[in-house]
């Protein structure tokens, strides 16, 4: 024991290591594993951008990607090519991508800004009351959910090519998931 320090710098830096590559680990392993009293996704009803009516029901049983987003949040706009690529990617399944536009500033269009940046997810607006049912504070946050209705992984992760969010899919995907 050196000054009091009964570690070394380097014994320091090791076990941070360590504990960094365990967390992540577990993270990896247990976060988007479904457990038995996963919460289910609540219901909603909400609008498209053209007026017409929406509810969960019409999504129930299919994996689901909610994107809770605003036309004014630069990590909305950072997160959804990264998106729209895993529509792409699993466009061979039965994912689902919702955008949910909440907290708008007056006047904004968020069907006109996801087009004019190139998304073409579909996007329900006024989604206040949904993102209250969802438990949701922020943007982005992304909401995972699989056939069931579970709800498996809540993230607010703006990296569009972070790989959690295509790990979080595929397990969504699977069959075990049904």
């Known amino acids: 024991m050196k000054?009091?320090?009964?570690?070394s710098r380097s014994e320091l830096v090791i076990l941070l290591f360590n504990l960094m590559i365990m967390s992540l680990l577990l993270f990896n392993s247990h976060s988007i594993q479904a457990k038995e009293d996963s919460r289910f996704a609540p219901d909603f009803e909400l609008a498209d951008p053209q007026g017409l009516l929406h509810q969960w029901e019409e999504y129930k049983g299919k994996p689901t990607i909610i994107h809770f987003w605003a036309t004014w949040c630069p990590y909305c706009k950072k997160l959804q090519p990264g998106l729209e690529n895993l529509g792409a990617d699993f466009s061979d399944s039965d994912l689902q991508i919702l955008g949910i536009s909440f907290n708008e500033d007056e006047g904004a269009d968020p069907a006109q800004t996801l087009k004019d940046?190139?998304?073409n997810f579909p996007t329900l607006v006024q989604?206040?009351?949904?993102?209250?049912?969802?438990?949701?504070?922020?943007?982005?946050?992304?909401?995972?959910?699989?056939?069931r209705g579970e709800i498996v992984w809540v993230t607010n992760i703006s990296e569009p090519n972070h790989p959690n969010l295509k790990s979080a899919t595929e397990f969504i995907l699977e069959n075990n998931s049904k």
């Open 117 to 119: 940046r190139g998304i």
């Open 3 to 7: 000054n009091g320090i009964p570690w």
């Open 127 to 147: 989604g206040e009351s949904a993102a209250k049912a969802y438990g949701v504070n922020g943007t982005p946050t992304t909401v995972f959910i699989n056939r």
